[in-house]
């Protein structure tokens, strides 16, 4: 039966950007569910996955250094939400510590707690600790020596002190420096300064941020741009941007009807990552390094990741440069078979197209060609997987004709009750560190509208709960997976030291973040 939406309802939705459409299509994922996708086989280095030589690194790092200062160039960082999963051991430590357990015994039974405490004064943001619990008339070194992790905490974590637990990651003082301290956002303006930077000696970067956090991101910029700038001679353009209304999602109750608030509207939840495709779809540069906020290192381990975002951007630019060169000659009537038996090759072995979808007849396989090739690309930094939860690159059936494509698919998006699709899931040998360089124009130098390259059915659907009331909620096609399933895709090895995200404030104690 079809969902009537009141007349509060209506004006709730034109509020928020919402067609009355979408919102019943949303209603209709809920009930007939996502599919999962049918994987083929995973991408490994002999099949799907790039190694570069040292040459060819060498190679594309010099091709990048000549050509990328007279394109657009933007590093687009994802910097949304709270820290507060960052802290969940701090909170459960607290907790106990409230219920009586004692500091000793806190380190005792847990190994994490003892790191934590014994190591506290090495963390970047130990001096703004002890400032704050000097203003409150205590002595940092007093509470650690007798064991008062209570306070400690309680300082840390709440907002009446550096309310650590709900700050957004990129403000928190990650990495301590000789002459100072830097949070995540100052490491990406470091990291853009050294492969960002066009012949206008301009740096680009673009922040996508929660609407309670804007104002934070503004000042803490605006208060340490100028050093950077003085430091590289560089100019620095930073811009901010927000989830859009628009791209939140539904939620509604156990029986598939929308989930009122204690106010009687509709509750609506973030759409995921998978949102941030509306941002990325107004950015106008060429090329667009896309890196989490978390994913930063000291200065001391940066070099391999200079050197591999500029490898990535080099294959990226020359390999745009052969399509669009391709494309043009078509348009011109100057594209010739050989030419087109080349670019099948090229095609094929380079871009790792379906060899299906390419005809070898000329006249046949032409207008198929421009149509592949006339796609916003992605290369996509893939390294050896150790163990960490999320996503990875497979070989992919499409559910529109059945060809296959290099994807990166999330667990989620696996049936892991198939036993065949389990093995292949299993069988990955590389994870998914969001490490992407983008060519967003097309051969005309317009850019791609990205919202027609979405796959929509690899959404996902979770069950949450609000008010103590069950609910399900719906994310969108994720920013790297579903968002960009029809992009040309490529999986190019990168080094570990080049992916060290801070899930955990302990993380913070390994030695690529000292």
């Known amino acids: 039966m079809k969902v009537m939406f009141a007349k509060e309802d209506l004006a709730q939705l034109e509020k928020k950007g919402i067609s009355e459409d979408l919102a019943l299509k949303q209603i209709e994922n809920f009930k007939s569910g996502f599919p999962f996708v049918n994987l083929i086989k995973p991408a ?28 657009g160039i933007l590093k687009f960082v994802p910097a949304s939400g709270a820290a507060t999963r960052m802290f969940k051991d701090l909170f459960s430590w607290r907790e106990k510590l409230r219920q009586g357990t004692t500091s000793d015994e806190l380190r005792e039974d847990d190994p994490d707690a003892n790191d934590f405490f014994s190591q506290i004064k090495v963390f970047a943001f130990w001096d703004d600790l002890e400032s704050a619990i000097a203003e409150r008339n205590m002595i940092a070194d007093e509470l650690i020596l007798k064991g008062d992790y209570l306070t400690l905490l309680n300082v840390l974590l709440d907002d009446e002190g550096l309310g650590y637990a709900m700050l957004p990651k990129g403000l928190l003082k990650f990495h301590r420096y000789p002459d100072g301290v830097r949070t995540p956002v100052e490491e990406h303006l470091v990291e853009g300064a050294h492969y960002a930077c066009d012949n206008d000696m301009t740096v680009k970067l673009h922040f996508t941020v929660s609407a309670e956090h804007r104002g934070r991101f503004v000042n803490h910029v605006g208060d340490v741009l100028k050093h950077y700038e003085d430091f590289f001679g560089l100019r620095f353009e930073i811009k901010f941007s927000v989830q859009k209304p628009s ?111 390419l005809p070898s007849n000329f006249e046949e396989g032409k207008p198929i060609m421009k149509e592949l090739f006339n796609r916003p690309m992605r290369i996509c930094g893939m390294v050896k997987n150790v163990g960490e939860p999320g996503g990875g690159p497979f070989w992919v059936e499409n559910p529109s004709d059945g060809s296959r494509s290099l994807q990166i698919v999330e667990s989620s998006q696996v049936n892991h009750n198939d036993p065949e699709q389990e093995e292949i899931f299993e069988k990955a040998t590389h994870f998914n560190p969001v490490d992407l360089v983008c060519g967003l124009k097309d051969y005309n130098g317009e850019a791609f509208d990205l919202t027609r390259f979405v796959e929509p059915t690899t959404g996902f659907i979770s069950q949450k709960s609000k008010d103590g009331k069950d609910l399900k909620a719906q994310e969108l096609p994720g920013l790297w997976n579903g968002s960009m399933a029809k992009w040309i895709t490529i999986f190019v090895e990168v080094p570990l030291i080049t992916f060290n995200p801070v899930k955990t404030v302990l993380d913070l104690l390994r030695k690529e973040h000292l």
């Open 44 to 71: 490994l280095i002999s099949s799907g996955i790039l190694n570069l030589e040292k040459k060819e690194l060498d190679y594309y790092v010099s091709y990048f250094e000549e050509t990328s200062g007279k394109l």
């Open 247 to 357: 791209t939140d999602t539904m939620a509604v109750d156990l029986d598939n009807k929308p989930f009122r608030d204690n106010d009687g509207s509709i509750l609506f939840r973030p759409g995921g990552h998978g949102a941030l495709i509306q941002n990325l779809n107004e950015i106008k540069e060429d090329v667009v390094f896309i890196k989490n906020i978390d994913n930063v290192v000291p200065d001391s381990f940066k070099d391999e990741t200079y050197e591999y975002k500029k490898a990535l951007g080099g294959m990226l630019i020359e390999y745009q440069e052969t399509l669009h060169d391709a494309l043009l000659a078509m348009d011109q009537n100057t594209f010739t078979e050989d030419d087109y038996a080349v670019m099948r090759t090229f095609a094929i072995e380079k871009l790792f197209i379906d060899p299906d979808l």
